[in-house]
């Protein structure tokens, strides 16, 4: 008999980061955890997922429990949370679309809005939902923004595979428009607190912050960087930063070719910490105070100090999933890392040269993407 006294969460999206999501969830014991599978549903139902993890361990016909095809199969039943971690790409389908069951008069004349959790790369995604939620007329929508850092990949329809040494959330109340509210209110805290304490009795690390925005921001540096000079050369970083095997007793690539190595010292590296100072820049001029609790000027170093040895390291294996997304002929999140970068720049007169060629190269990239998808789907009619 299922226990009435557990909560029940949603997770929309069942990739890389909502299957970890759930995996963490469920192994709370805290929760009844409902997950939407669209691409993957008929993998998943017929065989679970198979989780190979270095922090949780290796899992075969994991599943949770109850997996749907749809948001609208979904939405029969009153959610504490959910979890969208569907990758954001508003010139396709917005996040309202995506959740328009939960939207509807038949929703919400049986059941209260649940708060939900944006589990999504960039910046500005809120706001679409947000005023699709305050036009239903049910008070303040509550919306938890997060910044992800879950190094998982997907590398097949039902199999994960996840570093364990990149496994937190930070989760904080969006405001619209207010960046500098330093305090969650009671409310809010308890919303914050109810989420977190559940990923951290199940093995996940969750920190609150009273202003999440900053720190969606600065989790934006690592995808506009690296994400990008991934997607961009079509390789992993250790052909950036790891250098060749010391004894023929090593396999591994990508990694330096000692002929030019010298020349990716010199250009790239500089380069791409370049990239990240255009981004202090644009800090400033949003109001972000050059400290901790701000986006200090040390931060493009600190970066950069932190990637470069993980990367360099023989078992490095993580691909970005931008890059992932390209390879695979899959829509990448170019507008909301990027483009929206570049339009709160260009609000502000703030000049962002690098980071302004890095959003021209890859709408080109994500352009020949839909172009593809197109020719598809009038190709199957």
């Known amino acids: 008999m299922p226990n009435s006294e557990l909560e029940d969460i949603l997770v ?30 008929n993998a998943v139902n017929e065989s679970g997922v198979r989780f190979e993890s270095n922090k949780y361990g290796t899992f075969e016909g994991w599943r949770p429990d109850r997996l749907c095809k749809s948001v609208e199969e979904a939405a029969d039943r009153s959610y504490t949370y959910v979890l969208i971690t569907t990758k954001a790409i508003p010139e396709l389908v917005k ?5 328009a069951p939960f939207l509807s008069a038949k929703y919400n004349d049986q059941f ?43 590398i097949a329809p039902n199999v994960v595979e996840h570093n364990g040494a990149f496994n937190r959330l930070a989760l904080g109340m969006y405001r619209p428009n207010d960046f500098t509210t330093m305090v969650n209110t009671a409310e809010e805290a ?29 989790k934006n540096f690592w995808n506009v960087a690296f994400s990008s000079f ?80 993980v990367h360099a390291r023989p078992d490095s294996n993580h691909a970005p999933s931008m890059m992932l997304d390209a390879e695979k002929g899959l829509p990448i999140e170019v507008e909301v890392i990027f483009g929206e970068v570049v339009r709160m720049a260009k609000e502000r007169n703030v000049q962002m040269p690098r980071v302004e060629t890095l959003y021209a190269l890859l709408l ?16 199957s009619l």
Request: aromatic share 6%.
């Open 230 to 309: 991934s997607t961009l050369t079509r390789y992993t970083l250790p052909a950036i930063f790891r250098p060749p095997p010391s004894n023929t007793s090593e396999v591994y690539q990508p990694f330096l070719a000692p002929q030019t190595s010298e020349l990716i010292h010199q250009f790239t590296i500089p380069s791409i910490q370049a990239t990240l100072d255009e981004l202090v820049v644009l800090a400033r001029a949003l109001g972000y105070p050059d400290s901790e609790d701000g986006i200090p000027s040390t931060l493009p170093k600190h970066v950069m100090d932190v990637t470069g040895p």
């Open 95 to 99: 996040t309202s679309h995506v959740l």
């Open 190 to 218: 308890a919303l914050l607190s109810g989420l977190a304490s559940k990923v951290e009795a199940g093995g996940g690390i969750a920190t609150i912050h009273p202003e999440i925005q900053r720190v969606k921001f600065m």
């Open 12 to 41: 929309v999206g069942f990739g890389a980061v909502g299957a970890i999501c759930s995996l963490i969830l469920k192994t709370s014991g805290l929760v009844r955890v409902t997950v939407v599978a669209r691409s993957n549903y």
């Open 112 to 154: 209260s809005q649940p708060t939900y959790v944006l589990l999504q790369n960039g910046l500005n995604v809120e706001i679409e939902l947000y005023e699709s939620l305050k036009a239903l007329g049910k008070g303040d929508p509550r919306i938890i923004s997060t910044g992800v850092w879950i190094s998982s990949n997907l």
């Open 364 to 379: 080109v990239v994500q352009n020949q993407i839909l172009r593809k998808i197109e020719a598809e789907k009038a190709s």
